[in-house]
């Protein structure tokens, strides 16, 4: 599977943006796909996540409540929507797959995903 990421973009403060990632190749089915962030000076680190297969999604605690990850069957894409951005959500927004239904414990280590996109930058400023 490959995996494309867009809609970043430099955003004010308080704005929203939606990210999106498409599989490529082949679905999704089975899959957990999640979203990493990683911003200048710091470590790659868990952003959202869900089960292809169906199931909420599960947020890492730096954005926890600004979020919503969903899934689009029909175009084998997910989303996410980020609300109320700050100029510390700066970053490269990664979207991965693990190729297998991870559960929590193990979902929000990056160390669990196969394959990574190549990133998009989202920029938060005045």
């Known amino acids: 599977v490959q995996l494309q990421a867009s809609g970043g973009g430099l955003v004010q403060p308080g704005n929203s943006l939606r990210l999106s990632c498409e599989a490529s190749?082949?679905?999704?089915?089975?899959?957990?796909v999640a979203w990493f962030r990683q911003r200048p000076g710091n470590e790659r680190e868990f952003v959202a996540g869900l089960r292809w297969s169906g199931g909420g999604a599960y947020y890492g605690d730096s954005m926890k409540g600004r979020l919503t990850m969903s899934r689009d069957y029909a175009k084998n894409t997910v989303h996410l929507q980020m609300n109320s951005l700050k100029p510390e959500d700066t970053a490269v927004y990664y979207c991965?797959?693990?190729?297998?239904?991870?559960?929590?414990?193990?979902?929000?280590?990056?160390?669990?995903?196969?394959?990574w996109g190549q990133g998009t930058q989202v920029t938060v400023s005045s």
């Open positions: 991965a797959v693990a190729r297998r239904g991870l559960i929590l414990s193990t979902l929000k280590s990056e160390n669990e995903y196969d394959t």
């Open positions: 190749g082949r679905a999704f089915s089975g899959y957990t």
